[in-house]
């Protein structure tokens, strides 16, 4: 590399040595001094949870290192119409707030796809929506390890392995000792680090580059402010409609997951879920404007420079351009570069542990609940935490496997969201919407959907067009290039191909380029979520109605989303006896035993 941006000084080791000291400790803490006797203490905090750290914890989630490194490369590489995917995701969280908390608190379950076996009255839907979960979940994971650890090797000289490693062993750690406790409470402390380290880092740049005036200036100018995309083709990478309309189905998977669902019954009351869940709308306003505004300064920094980092060669990959650029403006401010580096693995270790904890509650209550079911608590809990150290083995396997994986990184996360998550939240609204809905129906339009899904996406990463970048930055000014590097990005396209490959970008024009095999390969990935969602729903329907809806069975009304209990009322019985008087002339008696474990019948 051309630039000496990857040395240290000895305030970065401190600073990442601290971050990673706490971490642990906050882990060594609730497993060694405060103990989980029970495995509704360790995989839901006894669910005595306080609202604010779990609106935190539900935050940094899943905007983790992804955001961090994908969000300010958006903004550089194309413009600003990204910031519609997080009104989308702010009216995910909304949704989540309203209707999804009043609807799965009072179950009191510990795991998303318990309801699902509860409402379809079927181990097999229970099974399949697990599956899903995990392999979002695990995909998931693997990104969020790589994709820093692939731009601190180029560009800080830390080991692929070293990051992966470190991060997924630490992580593994922390989360298989202390639970559902230590993983909300590292959240919150990472979420200070994170927050912290990027105000720092805007501040800074705004400074270096001459205040907010000039940058919206420069921006304005190179045509990186746009909000005004309204083409309807699906194959417009990022539009209005696109963004905010695929962007909720492609974010309600993760409201309604396991990771969602599992924070929300850790909280002492529906109340405090409520208002934790509506608490992030506001903080993912804040958190993705200053992640843009960085975008912002950033670009308006390599304009004045006339020197664009990719095209110079001085980095081989656009996902690189945050760490690079921290490094090189910032390198002789001791432990800034350190600070940063903190911020990103806590990125990473929010979601990792997020997704282990959620992952060994699947183990316990979805996939070994009858052979552990007359397991003590203290056996139960051994289980889980042996499950939490093997998963986050099998996401550092992963993620090293994927070390190929190469493009935005915001566009592969919210792709595996939607490839995978939205079938699977097809068949959770298909069960809350739909009382006529029954298993064969969740089953089958859950495996049409998912398969369905799948196909495009690979079809689209295989043959999918390629993205038209805004007007390129300038390297008029570069007084070091690398001329190899220069060659090696500018032969093979006009377009950056993010690691020379061409991973998921469909075209900003209204034609197809290089040879699209199919017209729905070019269809904008973040219509994935929708296109799962809505043919799992309808296919799940249609079989339904075929194989005689419910079988002659009502719903429980306690399956279905309260708001629509009356709309449906003729479809269902109520979990009360007295609460309503009658369902067309079927008194509404049945006991809890049989809402959990048996077909429910309306008793004449």
């Not at 062993?169 to 979420?191: C, E, L, N, P, R």
């Not at 997951?257 to 009351?269: F, T, W």
């Amino acid at each position: 590399m051309s630039d000496p941006v990857n040395s240290f000084h000895v305030l970065d080791y401190v600073a990442m040595g601290l971050f990673f000291l706490v971490c642990t400790g906050i882990g060594v803490y609730y497993g060694c001094y405060k103990k989980q006797k029970t495995t509704e203490e360790y995989l839901l905090g006894g669910r005595r949870m306080h609202l604010i750290p779990v609106a935190i914890s539900l935050l940094v989630t899943y905007q983790s290192a992804i955001s961090v490194l994908g969000v300010p490369l958006e903004t550089y590489v194309y413009n600003t119409m990204s910031y519609y995917m997080v009104v989308a995701i702010m009216i995910a969280h909304a949704i989540q707030g309203f209707f999804i908390v009043p609807l799965v608190y009072p179950l009191g379950i510990s795991s998303s796809y318990e309801y699902f076996g509860r409402r379809f009255k079927s181990r097999a839907v229970q099974l399949l929506g697990t599956a899903m979960g995990m392999l979002q979940t695990l995909m998931y994971m693997a990104i969020v390890l790589l994709a820093p650890a692939l731009a601190l090797e180029a560009v800080a000289g830390i080991p692929l392995w070293v990051s992966i490693v470190v991060v997924g062993i630490i992580g593994a750690a922390y989360t298989s000792i202390g639970g559902m406790k230590t993983v909300i409470w590292t959240d919150v402390f990472q979420f200070i680090i994170l927050y912290g380290g990027l105000i720092v880092i805007l501040v800074l740049a705004l400074i270096e580059v001459g205040g907010f005036y000039k940058v919206f200036g420069v921006a304005i100018d190179g045509k990186r402010i746009v909000f005004d995309e309204i083409n309807p083709d699906p194959r417009v990478r990022h539009t209005i409609w696109g963004l905010l309309c695929g962007g909720v189905f492609n974010w309600l998977p993760n409201c309604c997951n396991q990771s969602a669902v599992q924070r929300i019954s850790s909280m002492k009351s529906a109340r405090d879920a409520k208002i934790s869940c509506l608490l992030n709308v506001p903080l993912q306003f804040v958190y993705s404007l200053i992640l843009t505004l960085v975008g912002l300064v950033i670009y308006a920094y390599f304009v004045e420079k006339q020197c664009d980092p990719y095209l110079s060669g001085a980095i081989s990959n656009y996902n690189q351009l945050m760490p690079y650029f921290v490094m090189k403006v910032f390198h002789n401010v001791p432990g800034l570069a350190g600070l940063f580096i903190a911020a990103l693995f806590s990125g990473s270790l929010s979601t990792l542990s997020s997704g282990i904890n959620s992952m060994s509650a699947n183990t316990l209550k979805d996939i070994l609940p009858n052979v552990l079911r007359n397991a003590q608590q203290y056996n139960q809990t051994v289980i889980a935490k042996v499950a939490s150290m093997l998963f986050g083995a099998m996401a550092v396997g992963l993620a090293y496997l994927a070390k190929s994986l190469s493009g935005p990184v915001t566009q592969i996360a919210i792709t595996t969201f939607g490839a995978v998550g939205g079938p699977m939240a097809g068949i959770f609204f298909l069960g809350a919407v739909f009382p006529q809905a029954n298993w064969i129906g969740a089953f089958s339009g859950g495996m049409i959907g998912l398969a369905i899904n799948m196909w495009v996406a690979i079809g689209s990463v295989m043959y999918g067009a390629k993205a038209v970048p805004s007007p390129r930055v300038s390297i008029e000014d570069c007084s070091v290039l690398n001329f190899t590097g220069i060659l090696s990005n500018l032969t093979s396209t006009s377009t950056p191909t993010f690691a020379n490959t061409t991973w998921l970008y469909t075209t900003q024009m209204s034609k197809h380029i290089d040879g699209s095999q199919l017209a729905i390969y070019d269809v904008s990935y973040v219509y994935f979520g929708l296109i799962g969602t809505i043919i799992t729903i309808v296919s799940g329907i249609l079989i339904s109605i075929c194989t005689g809806s419910a079988r002659g069975d009502l719903t429980c009304d306690e399956y279905i989303f309260p708001c629509l209990r009356r709309v449906w009322k003729g479809h269902l019985i109520s979990s009360q006896p007295g609460k309503y008087k009658a369902y067309k002339n079927k008194t509404s008696v049945i006991n809890e035993h049989e809402i959990n474990v048996a077909p429910i019948k309306a008793l004449e």
